[in-house]
């Protein structure tokens, strides 16, 4: 069964800090990882990674996938107050029907 | 580009009764997704639909949810009678090519609160 695992379940932070998520997995035959922020319902896409240790970059926020070592980082820097989120990692495997496995995500809040 | 649609936005139930959520993903999608998140937990895939076939309904809990998407648009999902657990947020993805690195688009979500 696919496992996806994040941490830390949450964090605070002041405006202006720089965060760091983790997210771990194990799945069979690795495609794709992706990341959501979830800020009230629905769950907005961020980025998509397929390729082992090519940064994706948007604005204050970036990522890195290890396929090796089987994670991912998500940075933010220079943090917002609308930046606070549940930032949830999903893996999907190279099977047909691009099925998705979520993580319990990770918890941010930035303080003014 | 409108983006999924999802009614109810809330609901409130007694256990044992039945309720219906609707869905209408963004137009052309094939694949339409529908997850279950408890809260404090990441989404939990239900079911897949590719057009109106389902493609994966392994977590689907059959013997009190029902999920049909039967012109290969909009879809519903039933429970039928509804348990405490659950309470969740049902949410609906679509995606345009269900084989291809394409991101799922989510709707609003509807809430189930059951009694």
């Known amino acids: 069964e696919d496992k996806v695992v994040q941490s830390p379940l949450s964090l605070v932070v002041h405006e202006g800090d720089t965060v760091t998520l983790n997210c771990s997995y194990e799945?069979?035959?690795?495609?794709?990882l992706l990341w959501y922020k979830q800020e009230k319902k629905a769950p907005t896409f961020l980025f998509m990674l397929?390729?082992?240790?090519i940064e994706k970059k948007s604005g204050r926020l970036s990522s890195i996938l290890d396929k090796k070592e089987l994670f991912s980082i998500l940075n933010i820097t220079a943090t917002q107050t609308g930046d606070s989120a549940v930032y949830l990692c999903a893996v999907g495997p190279k099977a047909a029907g691009n099925k998705l496995t979520f993580g319990g995500g990770t918890r941010v809040l930035v303080k003014p | 580009e409108a983006g999924v649609a999802q009614s109810p936005r809330y609901k409130i139930i007694e256990k044992r009764q039945s309720v219906a959520f609707w869905c209408n993903p963004i137009?052309?999608?094939?694949?339409l997704y529908w997850y279950q998140q408890i809260l404090g937990q990441g989404p939990k895939l239900l079911i897949q639909f590719q057009n109106n076939g389902v493609v994966d309904d392994s977590q689907l809990p059959k013997d009190r949810f029902s999920a049909e998407r039967l012109k290969g648009v909009d879809s519903t999902l039933k429970i039928q009678p509804a348990k405490l657990e659950d309470s969740a947020v049902y949410l609906c993805?679509?995606?345009?090519?269900?084989?291809?690195?394409?991101?799922?688009?989510f709707g609003p979500g509807t809430r189930l609160t059951v009694l």
């Open positions: 799945v069979t035959n690795f495609r794709s």
């Open positions: 137009s052309g999608h094939a694949t």
């Open positions: 397929t390729s082992s240790g």
């Open positions: 993805a679509s995606s345009s090519i269900a084989g291809g690195l394409n991101e799922q688009f």
